[in-house]
């Protein structure tokens, strides 16, 4: 069954694929393009982001915030609502209560933290992808008599690819574990820390 999976994907697919492979190997963010789940299902990359803000791009601001029932009219107020679902005024005050409280370092590090791990997911994901798809097979017309395909294969550089693909993937595994690691440290007994 796992075999059959990938015959939808079109080989352009599986160069764009090959070449974020090769980004995540080289340590950049890989624009979020490529086809990664099979049957024809895009999964969309580009900026790591919420549920929610997806979500919300769809839809056009509401005239009120929805926590504070004020009229939310300012570009800030359109940024917030679609990141966070209220206001600017209600996020300066979220943040300020946090500020109090004494856990705004951690809630913010907790943000940071939980974006790297969505990142590493997705690297993984492109490098399992990568891992497990089928060799591509190029057949180009170059020939003099204008009908001749020529049969190109990139094994060589795939197959080294391939094993750059499973180091990459051990390093970006420990690099998850560490990071969950971390976030779990800001939490105790599933809180985050009150330095007060
Ligand atoms: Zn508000």
Known sequence: MSD??????????RAKQLKAV??????????????????????????????????????RMPWFCPECKKVMKSKL???????????FNCQVDIEN?????????????????????SFIKNALEEIDGFINTPLPVFW??????GQTMDKE?????????????????KLWTDELKKTEKELNSLF??????DKN
């Not at 209560?97 to 791990?117: M, P, S």
């Open 4 to 13: 059959n999976k990938m015959e939808n994907v079109s080989i352009k697919e």
């Open 22 to 59: 090769r980004s995540i190997l080289r340590g950049e963010e890989v624009q979020k393009t490529v086809m990664v789940g099979y049957e024809g299902k895009k999964q969309k990359q580009g900026d790591i982001e919420s549920p929610l803000t997806s979500i919300m791009q769809k839809i």
């Open 77 to 87: 107020d359109d940024k917030f609502w679609r990141m966070m679902g209220h206001c």
């Open 97 to 117: 209560k946090k500020r109090i409280e004494g856990t705004y370092e951690e809630w913010a590090q907790e943000k940071v933290l939980k974006n790297k791990l």
């Open 140 to 145: 180009n017309q170059t020939a003099a008599d």
């Open 153 to 169: 294969e990139w094994t060589a550089d795939m197959t080294a690819l391939k094993e750059k693909g499973e180091d990459a993937k």
């Open 188 to 193: 105790i007994d599933g809180e985050l820390h």
